[in-house]
């Protein structure tokens, strides 16, 4: 059975800085594309990043050149370094793997973690 286990979201003014990590149990990462989802209350979940099994990232345009999403295939570990935080990064973040390439705005997960939630304030 595939999990999927978030840790490291928290509090933080804006302009500051966040990492989130993901580890997954019961598949190889190297394999699958992985990605970081956030939702908020009363809106749809939307995109924010994704690594493909080369290595390939696609990023939201709302994070791009703030957000750095890596993977280490031996650790079966996806992260999310977050800078530059603002008020708007507010959410639910919820790691998510799929078997198929795609990027972060074609992604299709399988698999969705639990989440951690992220709060920038002002």
């Known amino acids: 059975q595939v999990q999927l286990v978030e840790s490291g979201g928290g509090s933080v003014q804006a302009g500051g800085s966040l990492s989130l990590s993901c580890v997954v149990y019961?598949?190889?990462?190297?394999?699958?594309?992985m990605g970081w989802f956030r939702q908020v209350p009363g809106k749809e979940r939307e995109g924010v990043a994704a690594?493909?099994?080369?290595?390939?990232?696609s990023y939201a345009e709302s994070v791009k050149g703030r957000f750095t999403i890596s993977k280490d295939n031996a650790k079966n570990t996806l992260s999310l370094q977050m800078n530059s935080l603002k008020p708007e990064d507010t959410a639910l973040y919820f790691c998510?793997?799929?078997?198929?390439?795609?990027?972060?705005?074609?992604?299709?997960?399988?698999?969705w973690g639990q989440g951690t939630q992220v709060t920038v304030s002002s």
């Open positions: 690594i493909d099994s080369d290595g390939a990232t």
């Open positions: 998510a793997v799929t078997w198929r390439r795609a990027t972060i705005a074609t992604m299709s997960p399988q698999y």
């Open positions: 019961g598949y190889s990462a190297s394999y699958a594309t």
